[in-house]
C-alpha cells in the first residue's frame, strides 16, 4: 500500500513549524553543525505503517553528494504503558492516533526541534539514548555518539570540551579487549581511532565543509535554528 506521505509531513510541520521540507519524508531544521529533524519511515514491523524518528545528520561530511545517512536516530515511542512500543502509523490510522503521537513527540524531541537548541539538550538526549538502547556495548554506534559531540566541540572552538571527548574515545577503546581487532577497513583499533580525531584537529577545513554543504540548494532552503553552548 501506497503511504500518503505529503499528508503526514503537512500534519507533523504543523507540530513543529520550525522545520521545513527537506524530502518526501523528512523535515529538518539546520542547527550549527548539523541537520536535525524527522524522518517517516516504513515501520520495523508492518510494511503497510510508518514510523517517526528523529534524526541527526553531520553538515561536515566532505565529497560532492551529500548523505543523509544519520549519525543519530532515535524513534518516537508511546507514554503510559505503551512507552516501549514504537508509534506505528497506516493510512487509516494516522489521523486517529496523530493526537497523541505529537504529544510524545513534543516531550520526547521538542527540544531539539525549535529556534534556539541548547547544546546540554542534545547532550543529554543522546547519552540518554545511549543507556536506553545499551549502545555503550557497541562500540560503532557509541562513537558515533560520540563524534556528534566531538564535532559540536570543535565547531564551538571548546578546547576542553574537544580535550574531554577524545580522553572518553580513548578509555571507551582501552577498557575493551583485543584492541589490535582489525576491522572492515583493515586497519587497527589504534588507526581507526587516529581516523576518527584527524576529522576535527583541522579546524578551518571543518568549517569550510559546513560552510559549504549548507550552501548546497536544498539545504540553503532550510530553516536556521541556533545551538546554545551554555
Not at 517517516?40 to 548523505?67: C, H, M, N, T
Not at 508511546?78 to 497506516?90: E, L, R, V, Y
Not at 490510522?93 to 516531550?107: E, L, M, N, P, W
Not at 572492515?184 to 579546524?203: G, Q
Request: hydrophobic share 40%.
Amino acid at each position: 500500500m501506497k503511504l500518503d506521505y505529503n499528508h503526514f509531513l503537512e500534519d507533523w510541520n504543523i507540530q513543529f513549524p520550525m522545520l521545513s521540507r527537506y524530502s518526501q519524508t523528512t523535515l529538518f531544521i539546520k542547527a550549527d553543525a548539523a541537520m536535525v529533524g524527522l524522518k517517516l519511515e516504513r515501520g520495523p514491523s508492518y510494511k503497510d505503517d510508518y514510523a517517526v524518528f528523529l534524526e541527526i545528520v553531520p553538515l561536515w561530511q566532505k565529497g560532492e553528494k551529500f548523505s543523509t545517512l544519520p549519525m543519530f536516530s532515535h524513534i518516537l515511542i508511546g507514554a503510559g504503558k505503551t512507552k516501549t512500543c514504537p508509534f506505528q502509523f497506516s493510512n487509516t490510522t494516522h489521523d486517529v492516533y496523530f493526537s497523541k503521537a505529537a504529544v510524545c513527540a513534543k516531550q520526547q524531541f521538542g527540544s531539539l526541534l525549535q529556534e534556539t537548541i541548547s547544546l546540554e539538550s542534545i547532550f543529554k538526549f543522546v547519552d540518554k539514548d545511549i543507556i536506553y538502547t545499551g549502545f555503550n556495548y557497541n562500540i560503532f554506534s557509541l562513537f558515533n555518539i560520540l563524534r556528534l559531540k566531538l564535532a559540536f566541540a570543535t565547531y564551538f572552538d571548546n578546547i576542553h570540551m574537544i580535550r574531554d571527548v577524545k580522553s572518553l574515545m580513548i578509555q571507551e577503546v582501552n577498557r575493551r579487549q583485543n584492541t589490535r581487532i582489525l576491522y572492515a577497513n583493515n586497519i587497527s583499533v589504534e588507526e581507526w581511532l587516529e581516523k576518527i580525531f584527524s576529522e576535527f584537529d583541522d579546524r578551518d577545513k571543518f568549517m569550510d565543509a559546513i560552510n559549504y554543504n549548507t550552501g548546497r540548494h536544498k539545504i540553503a532552503r532550510l530553516n536556521d535554528a541556533r545551538v546554545i553552548n551554555i
